[in-house]
């Protein structure tokens, strides 16, 4: 199975912030990295796909890049209702697909 | 509007054999490409794919876990069905339903509200 690492584990920071987080993979995924955004007690929610494409709906201070290994999804400027933990998931290799273990966004 | 809804079991019994349901709206399984997948989350972890079932009927198991697990569909009643054997506290998690629009590309674009299962004695 593909390993899927994001980084940090854990981030606090204020309204307005741009933020990273970053997603590596042990393999090449040719950019089949989805990103998901889930709030406490809540099912994940689709933020991006094709690492860079903006799912329908979705506020355009999300955006995503990268390629082979490495992906990053950045928040231009963080807003209260982004404050959640944000999952990178692979679907290079179906029909396994692997999630990240997580990236907790806090409040600074 | 599509929308998928778990049901089972909050508390199973070590050992014991867990069975979900999800049923769903607003989409048909019988759809070219459409597949419907299982994902846990024990509290504070991460996500776990565990079972995809596609329009095809098609089945496909986690690697770590496919010697426990069974997927079916029954396109008439909009369900999908998972059964998990031998149930450990382990297996203590959030156990969601999730559609895909595309068995080539797992993209996960509905989610069900999740429902928890605890094992215990």
């Known amino acids: 199975d593909i390993q899927m690492t994001q980084s940090p584990s854990s981030l606090s920071a204020s309204v307005g912030d741009r933020v990273t987080i970053t997603c590596r993979a042990s393999?090449?995924?040719?950019?089949?990295l989805a990103w998901y955004q889930q709030k406490p007690g809540k099912a994940p929610k689709l933020l991006l796909y094709?690492?860079?494409r903006l799912e329908s709906g979705v506020p355009s201070r999300f955006s995503g890049s990268g390629s082979g290994t490495d992906y990053t999804l950045t928040i231009s400027s963080l807003q209260p209702e982004d404050f959640a933990t944000y999952y990178c998931?692979?679907?290079?290799?179906?029909?396994?697909?692997?999630f990240g273990q997580g990236t907790k966004l806090e409040i600074k | 509007q599509v929308t998928l809804r778990e049901s089972g079991p909050a508390l199973v019994k070590p050992t014991q054999t867990l069975t979900l349901t999800c049923t769903f709206s607003?989409?048909?399984?019988?759809?070219?490409?459409?597949?419907v997948s299982w994902i846990r989350q024990p509290p504070g972890k991460a996500l776990e794919w565990l079972a995809r079932?596609?329009?095809?009927?098609?089945?496909y198991y986690s690697t770590s876990l496919k010697t426990r697990l069974t997927i079916s569909k029954d396109t008439s009643k909009n369900q999908v069905v998972l059964t998990m054997t031998n149930m450990d506290p382990v297996d203590t998690a959030t156990y969601y339903c999730?559609?895909?629009?595309?068995?080539?590309?797992?993209?996960?674009?509905?989610w069900g509200q999740g429902t928890l299962v605890t094992v215990s004695s």
């Open positions: 998931q692979q679907y290079y290799s179906t029909p396994s697909p692997t």
């Open positions: 079932i596609d329009w095809d009927d098609d089945k």
């Open positions: 094709a690492a860079s």
């Open positions: 393999q090449g995924i040719s950019n089949s």
């Open positions: 999730a559609r895909s629009y595309s068995s080539s590309w797992l993209i996960i674009d509905y």
């Open positions: 607003g989409f048909s399984l019988s759809t070219s490409g459409m597949c």
